[in-house]
């Protein structure tokens, strides 16, 4: 074969130097590739400014300066105070501090909690863990996109409530929440507490950031919401650290106990390289958004037309959904045989959540957005980044094109 030329076949792509099929990596909403820059930071901070938070002399100065200017750089980004941000080691910890530290710190106001019935485990198992102790927890249903409903929510409220937690959008298929809606129907238009009262109103309200922060704008102050968690491995920065912000003035207790670090509320040396990158992946996700986030939502658009033109193909959300997922199902075919066959072409898919992919079991998610018995086991979940190409989805539909009716034909019926 002549140097530089590429065999071409249908569905897959070859990488010249190699002559290896190219990697299309679909499972941004798992996790992301760090950004080259943050790689650089984190590693020179680890090198260079290695000293602990917590130290008098002027390399802890230094770590401690990488940190403020972290919080300066979220803070901008969310348009809120630097003080406000807890760090924390991702979103699972966020949500469990959040959930767990607002429920503890309230309980003498009341022990009613209301959640969406599509949550993330980070949020139901902490909910579930509260219920053990006596805490009363209500699961508010969805529509078949996926969207709370908000009448059932308002309806849940009672005198007795002091904590409510709505994910801003949903991590399998994608949904976004009326988070504008729900402050209204918690707290009344208008009502809920400014940033720096001392006496946030309750019920609290805390959403799950972690599959909008870096990809849409999002305000938590204005907003209304009191909590908010998110996680720098979903935008391109290192995994292990994400952050919580709280409403100054919300009581949160800790989860855990040790030194007196970030005021005692999440004691342990603070992880100085992974918020330095967490803020630099942030800054660089935040950059051009608008434009970035419109290029998404068109080759999303893109992607569910070529699915849909494939026989026995469903689009779950498909018009109120986040623009870097595509939530699909594949009638007749089992979700984890068709992401192997994928992956035997180097495009790597998700058939859920990650975090929950390892354990059998069937969606939750879809379960209660009332997906068909039959195609619970058959969905796959796309998600992309901005660096994600129209080619590489493109390569992905014609693969699925060409495999669809092979697995089907040695399915068992």
Known sequence: MEAGICPQVKGVAFNLDTNKI??????????????PEVAKLVSEIMLQDYGNTSSLHMKGVSA????????????????????????????TESNNLALIGAAKAYQRSGKHILVSSIEHPSVYNPVIALENEGFEVEFIPVD??????????????????????????NNEIGSIQPLEEVVKAVKGKGSFSLSGEKKPQLPLIHADGVQTFGKMNIYPDRLGIDLFSASAHKFHGPKGVGFLWARRGIKLLPIEYGGGHQGGLRPGTV???????????????????????????SLRSHFIERLEALEGVSIKCRDKAAPHIVSASFDGVRAEVLLHSLEERNIYVSSGSA?????????GTLKAIGVKKNLLDSTIRFSFSFDTSKEELDICADAL???????RRFTRH
């Open 22 to 35: 190219k990697e299309i990596y679909l499972d941004n909403a798992a996790t992301t590739r760090a950004y």
């Open 401 to 407: 094109e060409g495999l669809l009716p092979m697995l």
């Open 64 to 91: 401690e300066n990488r940190v403020k200017d972290a919080s300066k750089r979220l803070a901008s980004i969310m348009k809120v105070a630097p003080g406000e941000i807890l760090y924390t080691s991702g979103g």
């Open 144 to 169: 078949r996109d996926g969207i709370i409903n908000v009448s059932a929510l308002t309806a849940a409220i009672r005198e007795d409530t002091i904590l409510v937690s709505v994910m801003a959008v």
């Open 355 to 363: 975090c929950s992919s390892n354990h059998p079991g069937i969606s």
């Open 271 to 297: 992880n100085t390289p992974g918020i330095a990158g967490m803020a630099l992946a942030a800054s660089m996700e935040y950059e051009n958004i608008e434009e970035k986030r419109e290029g998404l939502y």
